[in-house]
């Protein structure tokens, strides 16, 4: 398994020193990003030529992991930069150049985020509420709403995607915005139970317009498996998948440290409780089992292998396993050092919030099933 580690661990103990802070107040996590941006954290899978690390996405979603293990909302927040970077990776590994400006961004320190998921689309990448429309000229206005939309104060560059209704057949079409174009307005409504610091805010396009230079794609309304559509998917569900490994590791590492530290009226150690041993080896054999899936999709989409279809239930069923096995995991934890547990300032009652926002990422418990039924016994007619 990879165990790359590109971030100092000085770095990562100031991290876990604010994540409390950026919980209880709300609070975008800035500091994070200005010491993560300085360390070189936006240019990890950045070509070296192009003064990057050059990591594929086997060793960014160990980098994640760690991350995660420190401040779980900043590695979910950050995270999607890097799954932008990633998935120019896959498609320049595929052939492919139309990402070459997500590189060029990222080699600059620009922070890239996403404008995808929309209020009652759960179709994702494959259909879009927002109106792409065209201006003639090979650029597009985007008007519409999109929600989560993680590192909303922050970003530099956004990624915008619509539909366009005005040929024979709609299509779909992804561009970026950078701040400077204007038209993009963020509420102020995110006020969640766990993964506060990354400020997931629904977002406004207002007739955004994106120039032809900056349109990268424009794809059939529907599933595809173009590309851009795999590099990601692909970046998503594994780096996504990677924060919740962390979390789940962080987990067991404070239930271990608690137990370690207890003793029973008698004297016994409650490390020598077979319930706790039990508990706690079932629960590193859990993480340990969604650990190494994670390991071994992003190693093959790095060597390029090929899955065919069943790439895409091997993705979402993966990420889907981990968030489920995370999320007991944490509860597991937290059962078995007890009452203090569930003080609302301690680390284990944050990581069981954080730990319930993989349930609502992409793909979702249910559509992983939908997708992995229709692998097995074709579409429903």
């Known amino acids: 398994m ?17 994540a409390p802070g950026y919980d209880a107040a709300n609070a975008f996590c800035a500091e994070d990003l200005d010491e993560l941006r300085a360390a070189g954290w936006l240019r990890l899978g950045v070509p070296t030529e192009q003064g990057g690390q050059d990591l594929g996405l086997r060793d960014t979603a160990a980098a994640q992991r760690t991350l995660a293990r420190a401040a779980p909302a900043t590695a979910l927040g950050l995270g999607m930069h890097q799954v932008w970077v990633q998935a120019a990776r896959s498609v320049r590994a595929r052939g492919g150049s139309f990402l070459q400006v997500v590189t060029d961004h990222a080699a600059d320190d620009h922070l890239l985020a996403f404008g995808v998921s929309e209020p009652g689309n759960d179709a994702v990448l494959f259909d879009s509420l927002t109106t792409a429309e065209p201006d003639g000229a090979g650029g597009y206005r985007f008007t519409g709403t999109k929600v989560s939309t993680s590192l909303a104060p922050a970003w530099d560059v956004l990624s915008v995607f619509g539909k366009d209704t005005t040929g024979p057949e709609p299509v779909l079409v992804h561009g970026f915005t950078v701040r400077s ?100 080896a079932d629960a590193q054999g859990a993480v340990d089992a969604v650990a190494l899936q994670v390991d071994a999709l992003a190693r093959d989409v790095d060597d390029l ?18 968030v489920d096995t995370a999320q007991r995991v944490v509860d597991e934890a937290v059962r078995v050092v007890g009452g203090s547990a569930y003080r609302a300032g301690g680390e284990l009652a944050r990581l069981s919030r954080d730990v319930r926002a993989g349930q609502y990422h992409p793909s979702t418990r249910d559509s992983a099933a939908r997708t992995i039924a229709a692998a097995l016994l074709g579409p429903v007619r």
């Open 181 to 280: 174009d204007g038209g993009v307005t963020h509420r102020d409504d995110w006020d969640t139970l766990g993964m506060r610091a990354t400020q997931s805010r629904t977002t406004v396009l207002d007739g955004v317009h994106v120039p032809a230079d900056r349109i990268v794609r424009v794809l059939p309304v529907g599933p595809n498996q173009d590309p851009l559509t795999f590099g990601v998917f692909a970046a998503f569900e594994l780096l996504v998948a990677s924060v919740y490994v962390g979390i789940a590791e962080r987990a067991v590492e404070l239930a271990v440290a608690a137990v370690r530290d207890r003793t029973a009226l008698d004297g016994t150690p409650r490390s020598a409780d077979p319930d706790v041993r039990r508990a706690l």
């Open 2 to 18: 990879s165990t790359a580690n590109p971030i100092p661990a000085d770095l990562l103990e100031r991290m876990a020193a604010r």
């Open 305 to 322: 292998v090929d899955h065919g279809s069943r790439w895409f239930p091997l993705l979402v069923g993966t990420k889907a396993r981990t």
